[in-house]
């Protein structure tokens, strides 16, 4: 059973920037499309960065330009570099396939403030 795993949040100001990792055990990203999602309080989970497999990136309007989703070379690992973080990038993050095809993970903390 694939287990996804991630972690790098933490409480950064505005402006800041934090590098965020999912690892997949059982599985890789060769395969597929996988990105990242997020999930504020009292809001709907939204996908804010998508990879494919051959490696075509593609980024919701509101993280275009400061977000940036890669994949190590074994494809085991996938990092959401998020730079100029702003108050409204507040939320949970969470790696997943897109469409998500297996069970979520923690996710991982992401608090932007002064």
């Known amino acids: 059973q694939v287990q996804l795993v991630e972690s790098g949040g933490g409480l950064v100001q505005p402006g800041g920037s934090l590098r965020l990792s999912c690892a997949a055990s059982?599985?890789?990203?060769?395969?597929?499309?996988a990105g990242w999602y997020r999930q504020a309080p009292e809001k709907q989970r939204e996908l804010v960065a998508r990879?494919?497999?051959?490696?075509?990136?593609i980024y919701a309007d509101s993280v275009k330009g400061r977000f940036t989703i890669s994949r190590d070379n074994a494809k085991v690992t996938m990092y959401l570099q998020m730079n100029n973080l702003k108050p409204e990038d507040t939320a949970v993050y969470y790696c997943?396939?897109?469409?998500?095809?297996?069970?979520w993970g923690q996710g991982t903390q992401v608090t932007v403030s002064s």
């Open positions: 059982g599985s890789t990203f060769r395969i597929g499309t």
């Open positions: 997943n396939w897109v469409p998500p095809s297996v069970s």
């Open positions: 990879m494919s497999s051959g490696g075509t990136a």
